[in-house]
């Protein structure tokens, strides 16, 4: 197993900077910073409407931000295509899943895989994601649309793997699981981060995110109004208050 690297002593993999969406004409994300080093589980928390996936769309292309920056790895990612993205080690599992519900477990890890021609590693691959997630094997021929939605969830976070990427957008991994899949889903991925993997995590479900995480944002209105380590924002009353029902 790859030994976790410190944060404090790890390159930038992901800068935003002063970035800027309109979604559906209104200013969804006002101007906000943010950055994640390599090897770091960082959490995006806040409320529904808060411009959490909004953020998430505009790193991946699937929205063009009104202003800013993002960059990965030291370059923009300006221009770049979504289906890009993989080739450059960036994957996202998307809030509601997006399984392809006609194609069969395995055909949907392969398609996770379409940017790699190692067969061998591909086949060795899918074994290792049936190790992970156990519930997969057992559903190998099954279509993706007939399996439950923390069965989908697995598959989707399977499916992402499968293309070796060096940052894995999460979001909201949790939403609509039951509280026995929800733990299921985090031990995963905090398994994964233990492997060495960059991970941003969104998620609604605040006391999780941030016992899972190394360091936390919080997203109010369009704007960070929050920043700095898991720990110590669990213990901030504030968060407390807004987030964790206490």
Same mark, same amino acid.
């Not at 940052?167 to 733990?183: A, K, R, T, W, Y």
């Not at 479900?205 to 898991?230: C, K, P």
């Given at each position: 197993?790859?030994?976790?690297?410190k944060?404090?002593? *790890?390159e930038?993999?992901?800068?935003? @900077?002063? #970035? +800027?969406?309109?979604? !559906?004409?209104?200013?969804?994300?006002? /101007?906000?910073?943010?950055?994640?080093?390599?090897?770091?589980?960082?959490?995006?928390?806040g *409320?529904?409407?808060?411009?959490?996936? @909004?953020? #998430? +769309?505009?790193?991946? !292309?699937?929205?063009?931000p009104a202003? /800013?920056?993002?960059?990965?790895?030291?370059?923009?990612?300006?221009?770049?295509?979504?289906?890009k993205?993989?080739?450059?080690?960036?994957a996202?599992?998307?809030?509601?899943? !997006?399984?392809?519900?006609?194609?069969?477990?395995v055909?949907?890890?392969?398609?996770?895989?379409y940017v790699?021609?190692?067969?061998a590693?591909?086949?060795?691959?899918?074994?290792?994601?049936?190790?992970?997630?156990?519930?997969?094997k057992e559903?190998a021929t099954?279509?993706?649309?007939t399996?439950?939605?923390g069965?989908?969830?697995m598959l989707?976070?399977a499916?992402?793997?499968?293309?070796h990427?060096?940052?894995?957008?999460l979001d909201?991994p949790s939403?609509?699981?039951?509280?026995i899949?929800?733990?299921k889903?985090?031990?995963?991925?905090?398994?994964i981060?233990?492997?060495?993997?960059?991970i941003?995590?969104?998620?609604?479900?605040?006391?999780?995110?941030?016992?899972?995480?190394?360091?936390?944002?919080v997203m109010?209105?369009?704007?960070?109004?929050?920043?700095?380590?898991?720990s110590?924002?669990?213990?901030?009353?504030?968060?407390?208050?807004?987030?964790?029902?206490?």
């Amino acid at each position: 197993m790859a030994a976790v690297l410190k944060p404090a002593l *790890a390159e930038t993999m992901l800068a935003i @900077t002063g #970035l +800027k969406v309109n979604y !559906g004409g209104i200013n969804a994300v006002k /101007g906000i910073d943010l950055e994640i080093r390599a090897g770091e589980l960082v959490t995006l928390i806040g *409320a529904n409407g808060a411009g959490k996936t @909004t953020t #998430l +769309k505009a790193i991946t !292309g699937l929205l063009q931000p009104a202003s /800013g920056e993002i960059r990965y790895l030291g370059k923009s990612l300006a221009g770049t295509p979504t289906f890009k993205l993989l080739d450059l080690g960036l994957a996202m599992v998307p809030e509601g899943r !997006g399984v392809f519900a006609r194609m069969t477990i395995v055909e949907n890890l392969r398609m996770g895989a379409y940017v790699r021609t190692d067969e061998a590693s591909i086949k060795a691959d899918i074994e290792r994601m049936f190790v992970t997630f156990p519930r997969l094997k057992e559903r190998a021929t099954q279509l993706a649309g007939t399996m439950s939605g923390g069965e989908q969830q697995m598959l989707a976070m399977a499916r992402a793997l499968m293309g070796h990427p060096k940052l894995l957008l999460l979001d909201e991994p949790s939403m609509g699981l039951s509280p026995i899949m929800v733990e299921k889903i985090f031990e995963v991925v905090r398994d994964i981060r233990s492997q060495g993997m960059t991970i941003l995590l969104v998620e609604q479900n605040a006391r999780l995110a941030l016992q899972s995480a190394d360091r936390g944002y919080v997203m109010e209105s369009g704007l960070i109004t929050m920043t700095g380590d898991a720990s110590t924002m669990l213990d901030d009353p504030k968060v407390r208050a807004a987030y964790l029902g206490e």
